[in-house]
């Protein structure tokens, strides 16, 4: 089976891994204590309903512990909720996490791409309104994106959960990004459950508290049947000891999020102005990672230096010359920094053009993208 994410350290070895986005301060002592302390409790069954952790949740969130789900990280959730659901037919603005459309297919559900334009920086816009089909069963979509970073408007969002509730269509909103913004709370859409039964966010662990190896995620919604339905497909012990007792943890580590948000937005805008000076074309980011491109072989030349980013040529809506670095600390940014430099070096045209060609070309269809690529290889030879 085809890897198409980043994180494959077990094919790159021993690389500077970029290519995964995650609290570049680690998980914190005490989160890693509470799943060694897990892990001596190996021989007891995980509690399948997630009591103590939903509970935590609720007192942290201010929301009631019933409205949670918890699951193997976002992905497992993705795939529960279109299990329970079994669309027919979904919209997801792209470029976007491939686990969504993943998830779809398992229940043959036609999906629709809304292809973000990169004149808005892939920026959701109103325009979403108006190509929002009413026979749509289900939408995601995903705030900050991912490969983007561009948070959606608030007043937007609440706009498209009056739309999906009128028509009877389920919103599922991603926020695994969330905590890195610099303002979260402007954005969530976790207390807009209780309004809009049609509404299921996404929150994780994962990347805040850099734990994906641990897998935990959590749904919200106040859709009381629709959890019950999840329950009912899923397999009852998703989530295990060591995962539940490092997400209690979590929940207390508040300074370690707060000093990860603060790093991530003063590294992130010195790696965009510099990327931009090496002439890389940046995508200005509201999250802890950031979309780019180029006419060189970032990948491949990165990759030689011991350096691993994230190839986006396979996100639907992108193509070849897209790449996503994390935002790490600031003495392992300087050798990404340092190397794009010395990758850049040469008489090569600068990618100005190229970029406005390549994101106009990408929303026409095949011919234009054999025409970007045609003309990539040129600007690269």
Same mark, same amino acid.
């Given at each position: ?241 060591? !995962?539940? $007792?490092? *997400?209690? /943890?979590?929940?207390?580590? %508040?300074? =370690? ?104 070309? !990408?929303? $026409?269809? *095949?011919? /234009?993208?054999?025409?970007? %690529?045609? =003309? ?6």
């Amino acid at each position: 089976m085809e890897y198409v994410h980043g994180g494959d350290i077990y094919t790159y070895k021993g690389m500077l891994d970029f290519s995964v986005n995650v609290n570049p301060l680690g998980p914190s002592e005490r989160v890693i204590d509470a799943a060694k302390r897990g892990a001596e409790r190996a021989m007891e069954y995980p509690d399948s309903r997630c009591g103590r952790l939903k509970e935590a949740l609720a007192e942290k969130k201010g929301i009631p512990a019933e409205r949670f789900i918890a699951g193997n990280g976002a992905a497992d959730l993705f795939f529960s909720l279109v299990l329970a659901e079994r669309p027919r037919t979904a919209v997801i603005p792209v470029p976007a996490f491939s686990e969504y459309e993943q998830a779809l297919k398992t229940v043959g559900c036609e999906v629709r791409e809304y292809f973000l334009k990169k004149e808005n920086n892939f920026q959701l816009t109103e325009d979403f309104l108006n190509e929002l089909p009413p026979e749509t069963n289900i939408v995601f979509l995903c705030s900050p994106s991912n490969p983007a970073g561009q948070a959606i408007d608030r007043r937007l969002l609440l706009r498209i959960a009056d739309r999906c509730e009128a028509r009877g269509t389920r919103l599922v909103v991603d926020e695994c990004f969330i905590d890195f913004l610099a303002e979260p709370e402007e954005y969530t859409m976790e207390k807009m459950t209780e309004k809009y039964p049609c509404l299921f966010v996404v929150q994780a662990f994962t990347k805040i508290h850099a734990v994906p190896g641990l897998r935990l995620g959590y749904g919200i919604t106040s859709d009381m049947e629709l959890l019950e339905r999840m329950q009912q497909v899923r397999q009852p012990w998703s989530v295990s000891i060591p !995962a539940q $007792e490092a *997400g209690i /943890a979590a929940l207390c580590d %508040e300074e =370690r999020v707060r000093a990860a948000r603060e790093l991530t937005c003063r590294e992130r805008a010195r790696m965009e102005k510099e990327l931009r000076e090496c002439g890389v074309g940046v995508i200005p980011s509201q999250a802890n990672f950031i979309l780019m491109h180029s006419p060189h072989d970032l990948f491949a030349h990165l990759k030689d230096r011991g350096i691993l980013i994230r190839d986006c040529s396979n996100y639907s809506g992108l193509g070849k010359g897209w790449y996503r670095t994390a935002v790490r600390r600031e003495e392992e940014n300087d050798r990404l920094l340092e190397a794009v430099r010395q990758i850049c070096q040469g008489p090569v045209r600068h990618p100005a053009k190229w970029q406005e060609d390549a994101g106009t070309e !990408a929303a $026409e269809g *095949g011919e /234009a993208k054999e025409k970007q %690529e045609k =003309r990539q290889e040129e600007y690269s030879g």
